[in-house]
């Protein structure tokens, strides 16, 4: 199957700062791509969706001055984390696929700790 | 909206055992139905998927997986487990048009012992 990559694949960071996490689709082009946020022994959350060269749209109750998305390419997305409390700390994984009805691949994830 | 339960959040059995992994999903429209599975320090890969058509769907390591639509139900089954099959495994639904965004089940672990 296609791969996605995320990077980096752990990050610690302190209180205040912002954190930018890559997600990379590497062996095709990805139309869209999906942002989630895992909590530990939970389920996967959707955070918001982005097509290429258009805004993200974000899910209810996700903050978009917060988590800053951006899909400028068909190969990469970037999910910023805008001045980080530990309250964010969190397993973040990306998917991609290529077009409506089409797969979704998954990143390996990102585990975000803010101290 | 829409909602997957996955009813077990650890599922323990012996090697070569049957195994049978509930999902129950809820939903106002018609949905797909996927299972994906994680292994340990690994991304989310697709294991099977109900599209439309046959209500049997199989993977091909040995799962599969009944759509059934009166009981809201699509849990996966292996009549016989291996070692290498101790992973997380999360139900998921989406609706067949718009941005057909995937809702998640709870995951269940599964841990084969010898």
């Known amino acids: 199957g296609a791969v996605v990559s995320q990077h980096p694949s752990w990050v610690i960071c302190k209180s205040g700062t912002s954190v930018k996490i890559e997600c990379r689709s590497l062996?095709?082009?990805?139309?869209?791509m999906f942002w989630y946020r895992q909590f530990p022994k939970q389920s996967l959350m959707l955070m918001a969706t982005?097509?290429?060269?258009?805004?993200?749209?974000?899910e209810q109750g996700v903050e978009k001055d917060k988590f800053l998305i951006n899909h400028a390419s068909l190969t990469l997305s970037t999910l910023t984390v805008t001045s980080a409390h530990p309250e964010d700390s969190s397993f973040y994984i990306c998917?991609?696929?290529?077009?409506?009805?089409?797969?979704?691949?998954f990143g390996p994830g990102t585990r975000l700790t803010v101290l | 909206a829409q909602s997957v339960t996955q009813l077990d959040s650890q599922v323990p059995v012996f090697e070569e055992a049957p195994v049978e992994l509930r999902c129950n999903y809820s939903?106002?429209?018609?949905?797909?139905l996927f299972w994906y599975v994680q292994y340990p320090n690994q991304g989310l890969q697709l294991l099977l998927k109900?599209?439309?058509?046959?209500?049997l769907v199989e993977s091909i390591n040995g799962f599969e997986a009944e759509f059934n639509k009166s009981q809201t139900s699509f849990h996966l089954r292996k009549p016989s487990v291996h070692i290498s099959d101790t992973a997380e495994y999360f139900c998921?639904?989406?609706?067949?048009?718009?941005?057909?965004?995937?809702?998640f089940g709870q995951g269940t672990r599964l841990t084969i012992n010898p």
């Open positions: 998917s991609a696929r290529d077009g409506p009805d089409n797969e979704q691949f």
């Open positions: 062996d095709f082009q990805a139309t869209t």
């Open positions: 982005s097509n290429e060269g258009s805004k993200a749209t974000y």
């Open positions: 939903s106002s429209v018609s949905v797909y």
């Open positions: 109900y599209l439309s058509g046959s209500t």
């Open positions: 998921a639904v989406s609706s067949p048009t718009g941005a057909q965004k995937l809702v």
